[in-house]
């Protein structure tokens, strides 16, 4: 079953499981459908969202790198550009720091967004999904 990765118009980001691509259309489609409504997106009563980017995987993008591996050549460049981004005024990075940094390198989540619909996943997913059930073109 593929995983989508729904990206609401606040940023917000909810991962969900269908069983295929009608399937999500109809359940996302509905969840807009409240939202432009003004009506609870689900039941708690919380306010639905406007969808803005539905990102699509073959497996959950929380299965990234489970090996916790990378080649040298990639890690080698990812290692300069921690150690530049963490130096401070006198050159000096904080080691305990740094470590920290170097075990996230294959977390499956990014630390920080470029922007507030791109996806939190480092995984790369497979397709975008379609929003003309949502009106979008």
């Known amino acids: 079953m593929p995983f989508y990765e729904v990206t609401f118009e606040t940023g917000r980001i909810s991962v969900a499981c ?49 090996e916790g591996t990378m080649s040298a050549d990639v890690l080698q460049k990812d290692l300069q550009m921690l150690m530049d981004g963490m130096k401070d005024e006198n050159g000096i990075v904080d080691i305990g720091q740094f470590s920290v940094e170097v075990r996230g390198l294959t977390h499956p989540m990014k630390a920080t967004r470029d922007g507030s619909f791109d996806s939190q996943f480092r995984m790369e997913e497979d397709r975008e999904l379609k929003l003309a059930f949502v009106g979008a073109k």
């Open 18 to 66: 269908y069983k295929d691509d009608a399937e999500a259309q109809l359940a996302l489609g509905e969840h807009h459908r409240r939202a432009v409504e003004g009506e609870a997106g689900g039941p708690l009563g919380q306010p639905a969202e406007r969808i803005k980017v539905v990102r699509v995987y073959k497996k959950h993008p929380n299965e990234f790198n489970p």
